[in-house]
């Protein structure tokens, strides 16, 4: 019993660091504030959902996921040539409230608040997922493959280049910089691992509804990513971890479940609210978020 | 039909002005988006519904008695976050996170302390309908539509006439220049928390009389005032009125052809276009880049 | 026939209702320092933002080896060869030296493929890691004659302002360029970093660069520069050889308006 609780906090903790690694390439390096993160996790829990449940095998529904969250994620990033700072912000939220009431309300397609229930486990080439120790090590696999694309691409000089873009744009584009192609390019890069966290999720609960893919979710990803520390990935595996144990410490404290989840959603607020007044910078992060 | 669909959108614009009025008036003067605006809306509907359905008060000191709740915490709010995030001159992107990070925490405890389970306040009678011409209108609707008008002229004429709205109107257009001639920034951006948060208090119990209260109204009253102020520019309160009476007309008559699940879909269609295309709003003014 | 390599025909630029840049015209020589002077306010700073494209024109002529750049981008007037200084600090704060420098070489950061996986299918990663190496040797080379070896690897943040003002130029150096452009370069500098910077200016133009430089301080700009261009109230009002404006009754009335 308990290694079956450990086991599913692991492939939680998981999803959540996909989740806010990829956020951190685009808000932590590429400085573009992306609080639309969770409606790329949607595209891609819903894609490979319905195409999954269509009989499709799980590596395409994963890749599918990640390229129709990409696309979506090219598509956002076409106005940050325009629009800076507070308004693009309200930009991805619109876009977040967008994909969500898309949810809600296709009901031929996603079957509006019900959800979509069934959805297979992953097998590849003939061998299933079915355990969750199994999918444990599947999702472990594919999320140190996420850290270290994203750690490669942080390296690289067109990471230093995204970090050129957020710290002064107009700068870079007088050294003859094309920003926009740098920013369009983080963004696609993190909404794709975001929709394959939104595949991995929609897989492994094998229930996916709207409740799920609503703005106020970006909050613990947000926090995690600031928290951390911008641009800083260690900081957000710590960040991570931390920030999916906390709330489980009051599930042994004993209070009901329907108290348990509002609590949770407070206590993720509250941190993010004292780390943005008191610091800044993160716990590891050099960057200050501005 | 035609104006069956009229006097909705204007009923549904009523709403919507009380919601953005507030919104507006906190973003002309602080400059910055206090999404948690809903979450105040929303919390004093609770209270509302505690004084009156639960403690079994008279409901017109009920009424009183929320409204000042509101007040309390939309000043409290200022106090405890936004006052510390101004201090060390975080920027408007971070305290947009920080408000909706506030309005999450609000949310979560209307949860926490009243459940899931929606409320309703039956204090006037929804049934009887009166019929002016082809249009049937609820004795309530016309309650609320008198009411917001009265609202809403008493606060043009507080902003035109009062000592504090026009200091208000000062700090609104040019802050430093408002300081130098004597005004407390800081005073004033308290004062607009306080009748920001008595609008919403006031758009609290009128809204409680003909929706359902349930945990998450804040975040879908705050999208709509929201998209309302964008629509109609959000430096204005005015503009907000304004752009909550298209929004609710547009929305009302976009029901015609669509199906009426889609109701919000339009608006934050809307919305993103605006924001994209027209950020300043259909009153706002383009500001020069320098 | 001055050979110039840059030619301001007629430039108007308003904000509101202000004129900010009224009907310019000037030119800069081929190999010559050219200073723009002039009055607080008179639009010099503007002219700068409008060759640069960072201030879209109103209307005129910006010729660029004879190709009118006016309306072009900032980043494709960067790579047609300007090549700038802004009056404050626009370096990348949470990057080092280094790393600042080494952004401005060439636009290959941008190919992300290329980047990322390495390019190894048009020549070898060797040839790669050459490249790098003698990127970061030119930039040791330059760190040295400045003498500010030391601070390579420090966040351009924590630098000091003279400091932050060396590696903005060498920065604005290293980015290829037919035309090096400073906005103040020595404004608020210490006497030592000022001479530092100077004698830096009469050595590149030895070497053949051009320049255009605002400056205030007019012992430094009359010193250094071969031809004075004086502006106010948006237009050119005397230009010519430092010795004669420097007795120009024109220029000290602009001075003293």
Partial sequence: MASAYIIHLLILICIYLIL??????????????????????????????????????FLLCLLAGGLVAMFSGFLLALPTDKIK??????????????????????????????????????????????????????????????????QRIADSPFGKLLEAVRDDELAAKILGKDTFKAKAFSLAISAFFAGIAGALYASYITFIDPSSFSLMQIIPIISIVIIGGLASLPGTVLATIILTLIPEALRFVGFPSSI??????????????????????GFLGKVELE | MFYQILANGLIAGAIYALVAAGFSLIYSTTKFVHFAHGGVIALSAYMLYLFYSLLGINFWLSAILAIISGVIIGVGIDYLVYQPLRKRRASPVIILISSVSVLLILESLNLMLFGADVKSINFLDIGSGWSIGPVIITSLQIFIVISSFVLLVTLFLFMKYSKIGKAMRAVADNKNVAEIVGISAERIYTWSFAIGSLIAGFAAVLISLEQNIEPTMGTALIIKGFTASIIGGVESVAGGVLGAFLLGLTE??????????????????????????????????????K | ???????????????????????????????????????????????????????????????LNDLNIA????SVISNLGISRVFQQSRLFGNLTVEENLMLAFDNEDQKFWASFLGDWWRKPASAKDTARQSKKQIIDEYL??????????????????????????????????????????????????????????????????????????????????????????????????????????????????
């Fill in chain 1, 20 to 57: 806010s690694l990829s956020l951190n390439l685009s808000v932590g390096y590429s400085g573009v504030l992306n609080l639309g993160h969770i409606a790329f996790y949607g595209l891609g829990a819903y894609t490979s959902a319905l195409m999954a449940l269509a009989g499709v095998p």
């Fill in chain 1, 85 to 150: 700072g507070d308004y693009l912000a309200l930009v991805t939220v619109g876009f977040s409230f967008i994909i969500y009431s898309l949810m809600l309300n296709l009901d031929e397609v996603t079957r509006g608040p019900l959800g979509l229930p069934g959805i297979p486990r992953p097998s590849i080439f003939g061998f299933g997922f079915e355990d969750n120790f199994s999918f444990l090590i599947l999702i472990a696999v594919i999320t140190l493959a996420v850290y270290f694309i994203i």
């Fill in chain 1, 260 to 281: 348990l989840g509002p609590m949770r959603q407070i206590i993720y607020a509250l941190i993010l609210l004292l780390i943005l007044i008191y610091r800044p910078r």
């Fill in chain 2, 252 to 289: 009302n008559f976009g029901i015609w052809w669509l199906p009426s699940s889609y109701k919000d879909a339009i608006a934050f269609v809307i919305l993103f276009a605006f924001l994209l295309l027209r950020p300043e709003g259909i009153l706002g003014v383009k500001k020069n880049q």
């Fill in chain 3, 1 to 63: 026939m001055k050979n110039d390599i840059l030619k301001i025909e007629n430039l108007k630029k308003h904000f509101g209702g202000v004129l900010a840049v009224d009907d310019c015209s000037f030119g800069v020589e081929r190999g010559t320092i050219t200073a723009l002077i002039g009055p607080n306010g008179s639009g010099k700073t503007t002219v700068f933002n409008l060759i640069s494209g960072v201030t879209k024109v109103d209307s005129g002529k910006i010729l």
């Fill in chain 3, 71 to 74: 309306h072009l981008q900032p």
């Fill in chain 3, 144 to 257: 040295e004659s400045m003498h500010i070896t030391h601070m390579r690897d420090k966040q351009t943040r924590d630098l000091s302002f003279g400091q932050k003002r060396l590696v903005e130029i060498l920065r604005a150096l290293i980015n290829p360029h037919n035309l090096l452009m400073l906005d103040e370069p020595v404004a608020g500098v210490t006497p030592e970093l000022r001479d530092k910077i100077k004698k830096v200016l009469l050595e590149l133009k030895a070497k053949g660069e051009t320049i255009l430089l605002i400056e205030h301080d007019m012992n430094f700009t009359l010193k250094v520069a071969d031809w004075v261009i004086v502006m106010d109230a948006g237009q050119v009002i005397v230009e010519g050889i430092p010795d004669e404006i420097r007795h120009n009754p024109k220029v000290l009335e602009a001075y003293l308006d």
